[in-house]
Every structure is written in C-alpha cells, then in structure tokens.
C-alpha cells in the first residue's frame, strides 16, 4: 500500500512538471498566414527577391518570440510576379484549412490576380510592394490592403520632379503591365506638355522588350531630351543595357526612373555587365520611397539585430549606401498581422479570416494602428491603401545613382519637394550646360542652404532607399484582359 501510493505521488509529481512544461508548446493555437513570396528569375532581381525572402522570415520569428499566447506559421509559396503563377499559388492557399489571411505579392498584376481568387473565400490579402492605382477600389479588391501608398501619390512626385528640374521634351517609355501602364497614364495627365512623347514598348509583358524598337526610339531622341522610365526593374535592365551599347548614357540629357527603375541596382548585375552599367550610369536619377528609418534605436532595430544574429541572406547595410527597397513595408505588413491578432485575442474574438478582414477594413473591431519600421502604420477603409495624414504624408525620395548605390538627394512630401541638393548630371555636357540644371536656381536661397544641408545631413545618417516597385500583368487569359480594362476605364 505504502509502496502504490508512494508510486502514485511520483506519478501526480511527474504529471505535474509535463503539464507545467507543456502549455507554450502544446496549448496555445497556431495560426496560419500566406506568404505570395518573389521569386529571384521573375522582374524582381535576384538580390531584392533574396532579401524580401529573409525579411519575411525574420519578422515572422521576431514578433513569435514575443507571444506565448499564439503563434503565427507561415505557409509560402512562390507567386513569380506573374497573374498566372499568383492565382494558382493562391487557390492553392485557400484550400489551407485555418488560413487567416495572405501576405504579398509584391507585383501588381499578380496582387490583382490573388485578390481576385481569395475573394470568393472570403481571405484577406495585404501587400507591402505593389503600387498601382487600380488595387484601391473597394468594388473590385474589397478583400486587398497595403502598407505602401498607390501609385497616385507617386506620379505627384514625379510631376513635382519634372517642374523642379526644370524638365521639358520629356519622352516617357513604359510598358503594358498593370504598375508601369497606369502609373504611366496618370503622370502624363499631371505633367501635360512637359511631356513630348511616350512610347508604350512592345511587347512588355513579362517577356523581354522588342530591341529592335527600344533602338529606333533611343536613336531618335535628342541630346537635350530627357527619358522617364515608367518600368519594371527587368525593363529597366534591358533598356539601360540596350542604351550602353549604343552609346546613349551620356547623353541624352537624363535617364529619371519611377521606383520600379530604381529596384534596379546596376551594381548587383551580373559580371561585366555590372562594371559597365555602373560606370555609364552614374548621375542617373530616379524616385524612391521613404523607407523610414533602421539604423537608429527605433522599435525596427531589433529584426535587423536578429537578422544579423542568424546570417540570413540579404540583410541590408545598415548606411546609406545600400537599397533596401520595400524591405521596411513588408516587415510592417507581417507585424500587422500580429497586432490584429493581439487585439482580436484581448477582446477575446476568435481568430480568423472573416475577423482578421473585418479588422482591415475597419468594420470590426481590431483595426490596426501601430509605429511600424515606415513610421504610423494604418489603413485607410476607402482604399485598403496606407493613410496619408498630416503626421503620415506620403513620402518619396529623389535618388541619384553613385558607384555602388542609388544615393538620397532630395524629399518630397505629398507632390512637393522639403529638400533637394544639387544634382551632378552624369555624361558629356560642358560645365556651363551642367549649370542649366544644377544651379541655385532649383535650389533656395543661400541663406536657406544651411538648414537644407543640416536636414540632408540628418536624412542621410537616417534613411537611404531605393525601391522596388514591379508588377505587373498579363493579358495573355480573357478574363484578364477584361477586368483590365474595366480598370482602365475606371480610372479615367
Ligand atoms: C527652364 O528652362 C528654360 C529653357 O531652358 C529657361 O528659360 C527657364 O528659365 C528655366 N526655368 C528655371 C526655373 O530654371
Ligand atoms: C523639344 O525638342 C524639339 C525637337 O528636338 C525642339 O525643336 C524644341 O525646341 C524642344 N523644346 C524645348 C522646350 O526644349
Ligand atoms: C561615345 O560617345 C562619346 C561622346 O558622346 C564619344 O566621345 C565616344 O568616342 C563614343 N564611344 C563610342 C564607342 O562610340
Ligand atoms: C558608403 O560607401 C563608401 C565606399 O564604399 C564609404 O566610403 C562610405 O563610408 C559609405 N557610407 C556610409 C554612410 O557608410
Ligand atoms: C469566424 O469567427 C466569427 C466570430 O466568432 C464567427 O462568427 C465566424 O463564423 C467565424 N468564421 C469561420 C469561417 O469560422
Ligand atoms: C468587411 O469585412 C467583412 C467580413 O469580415 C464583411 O462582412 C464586410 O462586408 C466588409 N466591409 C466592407 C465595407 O468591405
Ligand atoms: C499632406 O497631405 C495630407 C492630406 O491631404 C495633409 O493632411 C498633410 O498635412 C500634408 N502634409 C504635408 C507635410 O504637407
């Protein structure tokens, strides 16, 4: 008896140390959130694939380790920044039973084509990359929300650029691919006369551009001209290479590229390639936007700490040497994610995608407002797109590309420009034609000059970007074609 009963205590001791062990491991739910992640041989460059890839990651393991009252899993599957590719991956994630929501892609075409399919399940999607316009209607993407601003806001900063440079004879080249062709039409409307020509370059769906007509367009454009790139990086690529080989990046007067161009680093492309861009196209100039700032003692520190800590691939340099393009939006999505959760789990509603959408779009409760790595993070219900407010502008950076990095030159904020230095214009034109462009007269007065340099300075210790953009669309499947162009017609 003494015997049983004394086995009896071990085991009621025993059970008590499993059940003191087992709570953080076994009791707590885990839910399960959709990663549309880049793919390296898609319109993203490799090196910005490899980097959104590990930034995920990272978030993902950082914000986990602070719970113990749930944890987040991902399930990732590659969305090759393609309508196609991105509808499969995403039929594929609705059939994941307990999904509460999507993360990505970073294109536009594809993010329209996932909306499109997670719809009918009622699943949330949030991007942290793609831009254009047409995603913010609520009729058609009532299910999709970013933490980037639309495209609109870009092409305002693109109009600010043209008049403060002083740009006219503008030839706009740009694609048909959701990003570049509306972003493209919205500039046109903003910059009216400034723009001489566009060229909308054949075929441009996720296929390389017709060189044959890239050179005809190149070759017609004279000296003073100046060629906007409304492109994806890939295009951005093939048009750069295509001009170098012909001798074109001396002149004509200026290559400015919207943040799809600027994804593009011409100093991670392969070998030769690589040194000759790099030497070609320094002074080029492009948009970029704001990507808050990682190097300080902000609450985003702590996932570059941890991504340093693990060596995963692609962390990016802590100065303003190097881009890093949309890494900050999308640690900013996937806390998001968590900060719904946290709020769903105190007022102690259940988790899941009809709850976690009803929290995006501000008709339950859990909405999210929050200091994210990009400043104040919340969504606006009427576009599913990142507020703008008064403590919240939109904000894009003028970029100029150096050796090895796209270099911070200039802030605008909400289509005008807080600071601008002066621009060396890469090429062959005399000091006194350089003086055209970067004179005081696009910069204030002397007297002012002190404070621009003191706030630049500061900018440059904080921030650095360059951005990726990208996206894209094919009309290669009707229905495709369709909704594009109800789209069209409904941003007119
Ligand atoms: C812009 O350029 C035109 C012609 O090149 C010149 O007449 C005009 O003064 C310039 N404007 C500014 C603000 O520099
Ligand atoms: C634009 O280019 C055309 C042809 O090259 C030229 O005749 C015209 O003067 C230019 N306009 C401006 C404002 O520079
Ligand atoms: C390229 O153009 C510059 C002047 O714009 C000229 O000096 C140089 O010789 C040219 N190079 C080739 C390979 O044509
Ligand atoms: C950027 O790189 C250059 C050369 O690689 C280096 O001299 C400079 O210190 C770097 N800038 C910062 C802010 O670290
Ligand atoms: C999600 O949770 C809400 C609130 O508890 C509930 O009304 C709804 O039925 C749930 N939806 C699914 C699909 O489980
Ligand atoms: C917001 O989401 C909920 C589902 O979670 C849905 O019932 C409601 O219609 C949505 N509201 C709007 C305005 O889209
Ligand atoms: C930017 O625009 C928003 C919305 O129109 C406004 O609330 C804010 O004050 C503006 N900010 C700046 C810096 O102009």
Known sequence: MRIYSGNYMVLLLAFFLVRMELPSAADIPTYHVGFLSPSPDSAIPAQLAVEWNSAFLVALEVLNSERNSYQLEAVSLNSACDYQEAALASMKLSKKSGLIGVIG???????????????SYGIPIVSFAATASVLSSRSLFGNFFRTVYSDTYQASAVAASVVKLNMTNVTLLYTKDYYSFSLAERIGELCGSAITRSEL???????????????????????????????QPAVAEQIWKTATDLNMTGYPWWYFGTDGTTAFEPAVAEGKVAERLVVALQGEIGLAPFDGDFSDSSACQKFYTHWKEKSYAGLPATDTNKSRSYVPYLID?????????????????????????????????????????????????????????????????????????WELKGRIENGTFTTLLPLT??????????????????????SENRVLIATITILFTSVVLVAAALLYIHKKRRNAAKVYVELVQESH
């Open 333 to 405: 999505t996937v806390t998001l994610f968590f900060e719904i959760v946290d709020a769903l789990h105190g007022a102690a509603i259940e988790v899941n995608a009809s709850t976690i959408l009803a929290a995006l779009n501000g008709s339950g409760p859990g909405s999210p407002q929050f200091k994210g790595c990009t400043g104040v993070v919340q969504l606006d219900p009427d576009s599913g797109s990142r507020s703008v407010s008064p403590n919240q502008p939109a904000v894009y950076n003028l970029v100029s590309l150096l050796q090895d990095h």
């Open 105 to 119: 892609p970073a294109c536009s075409g594809a993010a329209i084509s996932a909306s499109n399919t997670l719809l």
């Open 201 to 231: 370059l054949e075929p441009g769906v996720n296929i390389p551009i017709d060189i044959k007509q890239l050179e005809t367009v190149l070759n017609s454009i004279e000296r003073k001209e100046i060629v906007l790139l409304v492109v």
């Open 425 to 446: 214009r890469p090429g062959t034109f005399s000091a006194a034609e350089q003086d055209l462009v970067t004179s005081d007269s696009i910069l204030p007065s002397r």
